[in-house]
Structures are given as structure tokens and as C-alpha cells.
């Protein structure tokens, strides 16, 4: 493949997002060769017998040594020190980018150990399944979903369009926008949607006099698809919400007000209000159905 | 049918669970005659139009009349009023039951207007989609999903016997509660999650800042899962919160406190309390795909 668009790519971390990431470039052709780096053997035994790599390097250094782009897959709270590890075997004129569900937070962290002549572009594909680890990856994850990049104020037009036909590459659709903006939009529409998940499922645990088993039991009810939501990787959702705090306690406030609010009407029999409250939800579904089959 | 375990069954209410239950009772060959009523005339005639019931009636007394087996398919709300409505004409020796998602209410509001010699043994068949009137249903909906019976203290044993035969030969697997312990474990595995759905969903239309234009873009992000949920028809739920409120007030009293202490784990930058509570409803979505795997 000499006429890939990248000569090397590194990924570093080898989980669901950087498994998948390499089957998808290998699907499109899109780099002559992948290097692979995760801190365990087995992870790295493991990326080697799938294939999705082409090499994989126990020391990270090795890994984006020479790379054209280097894409962190790892947890948020863990990116700021791997740049700072990688940096001085970045390659001038390379791109780094991530793929953390936070922006703000990333950049703050990372942007000071990138060296001069290195480009650093954030990013995010919002596509996951709540499976975890290099076995878990395939080539399809990206497809028709979204990768938001934050390119930064000051960063180079021309690596920013790079990284966008990578993810079209990798089948997925891009849109730009500030971090902080990004940030925002996440919290709504993943960070409160998975914390509410992993509360609820947390409190039917507590409920006294219904045994855990009743809830596994009754949970096709509706109980059932928030604990897939619930069931995502814990790493992964601790930074999140360590990274993105500002943003998500902001929503959580606005969802505590609401939810006040149909507590109150439900306390005061309001069934008017209640009503009215569940048919404004509805028009939104309804929304989001008509987005869909407009795609 | 002369061999039909039912002569004549009567669905008074024919959105989706009434017609799901007609098309699953001629899947089973379960009724000789199903007569159906609902309040619109177009209702009736799409009943007669796709067949999933063999006469209709404007009369909810004519429907009925003569009826071994009475379902009620509508508004928790109504049940009570609508038990009033028909009481003249109900058959000696006839069971009376309803589809309603609370139990105790339901038996207050329609214990006192059953006649002597009519059972009257309250059920909640745990399916239900997104959609809703007579065009929504199908045969399967109950397949392999709980139908939960509270037979009241008093009531006949032969009785509950012939209907846990009937939504058994309707697909669904039976059990049999007090509606006291119906109505908590309703509301933890069905009742709060759906609240929480409908508020979640209206808050993310209420974020500054963020279109509902974006928020309907990025859905995929796990916001989906919840707008799904949150579809479903207001009248209905409406109903069951103002009819369940006691044990969705608990349960939502719960919610709010392990929220509270998530929310000061964020605050508090709490890493360690964040994971152990993200790992441990992971646990119970393996639990619950356990238990579905050994069904």
C-alpha cells in the first residue's frame, strides 16, 4: 500500500475504540502500516493474532517513532502523561490526536507537551458498545456515526482536513467545533444519559424488600436498556466525568430542576402537567426518527 | 373454534396491547368469538379491517354481554368507571382482568363494582413498544416477556388457573404476587426508569446553548436508548404515575439520594467512589444477560 494517505500510523491503547480503529483503517487501505502499543503482553499477543496491527511495540516511544499520526486510545485522565512521554519521539510534521469524550480537559493537558512542528488536533468519535478490550473491536463501529474534532484556534488548517478524511476514511461523518461547545453537547447527550444509567441501575439494587434477582428478572420493563448504557467500561467513565465536571454538573442541575418538577406533579396528582411533559418528549423522539431517516 | 377454552372474550380498549392480545388469541386458537369496543369509531373499523377481533361494538354492555372472559385494555384511569359501565352486563361466572402497570389502585378503583359471582383477578403483562393504537399490534408481543397476577385474598383459585392458562397459551410466562409487592417492583424495573427517560429527554431540550437541532444529531452518543423509552403514550403514563405514586415516590427518593452522592463524587473529584459504583452495575447487567441466556 504505498499510496495510503499514512505511511504509519501508531495507535496507542488497543481497547474497543483502538481495535476497532485499526480494523477500519485496514478496511479502507488508508495506511501502509499500523504500529500498536498497550501496556499489557497479552493485549499486545492478542492486537498481533487479530491482525488489526501490523506491528506492536512494548516500548511507546518505538510505537510513533516515524508515525504520521498518532491516535491516543486510552482513558481520558491518562492522555496529558503519554504526551508528555511520547513527545520527544514525535516525527515533525506529524498529527497526534485522541479520541477522549472530553475536549477542554484533554487539551489542557496535553497541548503543553506537544513539540513545535507536531500537530495536535482533538477528537471524538461518538460510536461504542459497552464491550471492552482488543477483542471487542470491528470494522464497522464508525460508520455513520459522528467524529466531532476541536481543532485548536491556532492550529494548522492542513492537518485539521487530514484527520477529517481519516474518519471518512473510517466511515464515519465529521463535524468541527470548539472544545468548550463539544463539551457541552456531550454532557447532554452522553455524560448525563450514561450517569443517570449507572445511578438508576445502581439504586434498584438498594430497594428494600424487591430482591436483586426480581429486578434481573423484570427488567425487560424498561429497567433493561439503561443497563446496557450502564454496563460501559468503568475507566473510561470515571475520567469522563472527572474531566468534564463543569459541564456535567451544569446539566445535572437543569435535570434535578426538572426532575423536581415532575416529582412535584406527581405528589400533587398534576396529572395535566405530567401529560403534557410526556407529549413534548414524544415530538423529540419523533425528531430524532425523522434525523435518522433523512441520513 | 367450539373447543376454545374461551367462547367469547371481550377487549374493551383496542390500542396496542388490545390488539396485540387479539392477534395473539387467534395465534392460539385461545377464544371462539372476541368481540371488541373502544370509544372511536375509526378504532372499530380498523379492528374489523386488519381482523384481530370478530365483532365490534359501539355498546361497551353489548361487547360484554355473554363475554367468559373480559379484558380491560385501557387507561389505568378508567378502569374503575369503566368496571361501573359494564357491571349490569357482565355474565355469572365471567372473569374480569386488566392489562393496567399498577395493581393496587386498579383494585381499589374496580373491586367494589364487580358483581358477586364475576372474578375479577387484576394482571400486567410486562410488553409494550413505543407505538400505540390498533394498528401497533402483533401476535408475539408477549412472547417469553412476565405477565404478573395479583389475585386478590379472597378470590378463586380456578379462577387465576384459567387465566394464567390463557396468557400462557398468549405466550407469556406467569407469576402470580400481592399487588402491594407488584407495584414496588413496577415501579423500580418499569415505572422510574421511564420517568426518568421522559425528564431526561426534556432536559436536554432545555440546555442554553445547544440547539434541540444538535442534540437530535448526536443522539447516538447514548441519549438514544432513553428517547426510545420516553415515546411512549403520555395518556397511559400519566396515568400509571398518578396511580403508583407511593412506590414511584420511594423509589425516586432513593434515586435522588444515590444521585446526590454520585454528584458530590464528581464534585469532590472522587475518582475511587465514581469507579466502584460504575463496576458494580456493570455486575448486574452481566447478571441480567446471565439470566436471559439460561431462559
Known amino acids: 500500500m504505498a499510496d495510503a494517505p499514512f505511511e504509519k500510523v501508531a495507535l496507542i491503547g488497543l481497547g474497543l475504540i483502538g481495535s476497532s480503529l485499526g480494523h477500519a483503517m485496514k478496511r479502507a487501505g488508508i495506511a501502509s502500516h499500523i504500529a500498536g502499543h498497550a501496556r499489557s503482553k497479552e493485549t499486545l499477543q492478542t492486537a498481533i493474532d487479530i491482525g488489526f496491527v501490523d506491528s506492536v511495540c512494548e516500548d511507546?516511544?518505538?510505537?510513533?517513532?516515524?508515525?504520521?499520526?498518532?491516535?491516543?486510545?486510552?482513558?481520558?485522565?491518562?492522555?496529558?502523561?503519554?504526551?508528555?512521554?511520547?513527545?520527544?519521539?514525535?516525527?515533525?510534521?506529524?498529527?497526534?490526536?485522541?479520541?477522549?469524550?472530553?475536549?477542554?480537559?484533554?487539551i489542557a493537558d496535553c497541548e503543553r507537551h506537544i513539540p513545535a512542528g507536531v500537530h495536535f488536533v482533538p477528537g471524538h468519535p461518538m460510536a461504542g458498545t459497552e464491550f471492552s478490550g482488543p477483542a471487542s473491536g470491528f470494522a464497522e463501529l464508525f460508520d455513520s456515526r459522528w467524529c466531532l474534532l476541536t481543532p485548536l484556534p491556532d492550529g494548522d488548517p492542513l492537518a485539521t482536513q487530514k484527520l477529517i478524511e481519516f474518519w471518512q476514511a473510517c466511515g464515519a461523518n465529521v463535524e468541527t467545533m470548539t472544545a468548550q461547545h463539544h463539551d457541552v453537547v456531550a454532557a447532554i447527550t452522553s455524560h448525563l444519559p450514561h450517569l443517570i444509567a449507572f445511578n438508576i441501575v445502581g439504586t434498584a439494587d438498594d430497594i428494600e424488600g424487591v430482591a436483586e434477582q426480581e429486578v434481573i428478572k423484570y427488567a425487560a420493563g424498561g429497567f433493561r436498556d439503561f443497563t446496557r448504557i450502564a454496563a460501559s467500561d468503568p475507566t473510561m467513565w470515571r475520567d469522563v466525568f472527572l474531566h468534564n465536571k463543569d459541564a456535567v454538573l451544569e446539566v445535572l442541575e437543569r435535570f434535578n430542576e426538572d426532575l423536581g418538577s415532575l416529582t412535584k406533579a406527581i405528589k400533587q396528582s398534576d396529572g395535566d402537567k405530567l401529560f403534557e411533559q410526556f407529549e413534548r418528549t414524544r415530538h423529540i423522539r419523533q425528531n430524532i426518527l425523522d434525523d435518522e431517516s433523512n441520513q
Do not use: F
Open 60 to 106: 511507546m516511544g518505538k510505537a510513533v517513532s516515524g508515525a504520521d499520526l498518532v491516535i491516543l486510545c486510552v482513558p481520558v485522565g491518562i492522555c496529558g502523561s503519554i504526551c508528555e512521554q511520547i513527545a520527544p519521539d514525535l516525527k515533525q510534521g506529524a498529527i497526534v490526536t485522541d479520541v477522549g469524550s472530553v475536549k477542554a480537559a484533554i
